[in-house]
Structure formats: structure tokens, C-alpha cells
């Protein structure tokens, strides 16, 4: 079974710029979570989506939006990006509700804000 | 505010001794605690869970604890291999809320 495929891998973008991240996750599973990791901050809640539900979202501003589509596939959105924004961002996906605490994670997007 | 923290940012052994990664929490109200080892260029993966009504639960080479009174979580895995070099971060999450890591603790074994 695959894993949970986040793309793109790598992304550099310019102050001001918008981006959107995708997320795949493992077939079957209906819940994604999205969360940003940086060496300063360490691993940050940033929204959970079940059945095309948010049912959790961290403090982060408004640029920070997500959405998850029938498929349970999802993406997440920033605009007007910032230096700060740079960071590994990450999904996880579970099988079940936000009762379940196995998650599964992908690799990340590494985003470069320049 | 919640918060779940390391006791160190650093720990490192030698191969086959036995590892304890530590963690203190503030957030009483949680139902489940996690860890999840990161090694580099990878994302998180789950470790073991223990729920808040146990105070010990076993996995294959790996140990929870979790003490209520001192509200602290520790990790231990015995016979300690060069593959466990990892990040290792502990999370907390109510039955219907969201998880809240700590900062991790970057675990070394030297051969």
C-alpha cells in the first residue's frame, strides 16, 4: 500500500507569492492533518480535515487555509507568503476520526520563502 | 497555554544500552500520548501510544511510562541500535482535539 505522498518535494518561492501544497493520502484513509515544522518552533498543528470536514485548526493566520476533497485528498494554501513561512510543511492521514492517534506522515514539502 | 516539552534536546549511548527519552506535559485533559520517531529527510512515524487511564504499555523494544502525578511521559528502548538514531518527539491529544508536540530530542548511538 502506498504512503502518504506529499508534492512537491522541494519549492522555492518570492515574498508576497501564494503557494498550495498537495497531499495524498494512504488509500482508505479519511482523515489529514497538516502541520509546519521549523528548527524553531518544532512541529506546529495547522488544520485536520475528515470527509471534506475541518474538524481542528491551529493558531495560524488567515493566509494559512486547507481544504480536502472527496478522494480525501487535500491541499493546503498560503498567500501572501512571508520569510518566517519557510519551513518542512507535512501531512498525516489515519484511517478513522480525530479519535485515532496512529498518523501516518509524508515526507514533507520543504518551502523556501525568499 | 498547553504545552508538552522535552527534558533534553540531546541524548546519546552506546549501541546496545538501553535509551530513556523523557517528556514533560501540562494538559491534563488529554486522552492519548504519542511518540513519533523522525529520522532525517523523513517525516514522523508513530512509535506507541498509551492511553491516560494506563500507566505502562510495551511495544517491540520500546517502553511508555506515564506517571499522572508528575505529569511526565518517558520513552525507553532497550538494546539501543545505530537505526534508532532519530529525532524523537513526544505528542499529546484529547479524544477529540488536535495533537501538540514537544520540541524533540535528538537521540544518538555511537557504535
Known amino acids: 500500500k502506498a504512503g502518504v505522498t506529499q508534492t512537491p518535494r522541494y519549492l522555492i518561492k518570492t515574498r508576497g507569492q501564494q503557494v498550495t501544497l498537495s497531499c495524498s493520502p494512504i488509500s482508505g484513509h479519511r482523515s489529514v492533518s497538516w502541520y509546519q515544522q521549523t528548527p524553531g518552533q518544532g512541529l506546529q498543528f495547522l488544520f485536520e480535515y475528515f470527509s471534506e470536514t475541518q474538524r481542528n485548526k491551529g493558531n495560524f493566520p488567515g493566509r494559512f487555509s486547507g481544504r480536502q476533497f472527496s478522494n480525501s485528498r487535500s491541499e493546503m494554501n498560503v498567500s501572501t507568503l512571508e520569510l518566517g513561512d519557510s519551513a518542512l510543511y507535512l501531512c498525516?492521514?489515519?484511517?478513522?476520526?480525530?479519535?485515532?492517534?496512529?498518523?501516518?506522515f509524508g515526507q514533507g514539502t520543504r518551502l523556501t520563502v525568499v | 497555554g498547553e504545552s508538552v516539552g522535552l527534558h533534553l534536546p540531546t541524548l546519546s549511548v552506546q549501541e546496545g544500552d538501553n535509551s530513556i527519552i523523557n517528556c514533560a506535559y501540562s494538559n491534563s485533559a488529554s486522552d492519548y500520548f504519542i511518540w513519533y520517531k523522525q529520522e532525517s529527510g523523513k517525516g514522523p512515524q508513530f512509535i506507541i501510544d498509551i492511553r491516560s487511564n494506563m500507566d505502562k504499555r510495551q511495544g517491540q523494544r520500546v517502553t511508555v511510562l506515564l506517571n499522572k502525578t508528575v505529569k511526565h511521559l518517558s520513552l525507553q528502548i532497550a538494546a539501543t541500535q545505530p537505526g534508532d538514531s532519530a529525532v524523537y518527539f513526544c505528542?499529546?491529544?484529547?479524544?477529540?482535539?488536535?495533537?501538540?508536540f514537544g520540541d524533540g530530542t535528538t537521540l544518538t548511538v555511537k557504535p
Open positions: 498525516a492521514s489515519s484511517p478513522y476520526d480525530t479519535m485515532n492517534t496512529e498518523a501516518f
Open positions: 505528542a499529546e491529544k484529547p479524544n477529540a482535539g488536535k495533537s501538540t
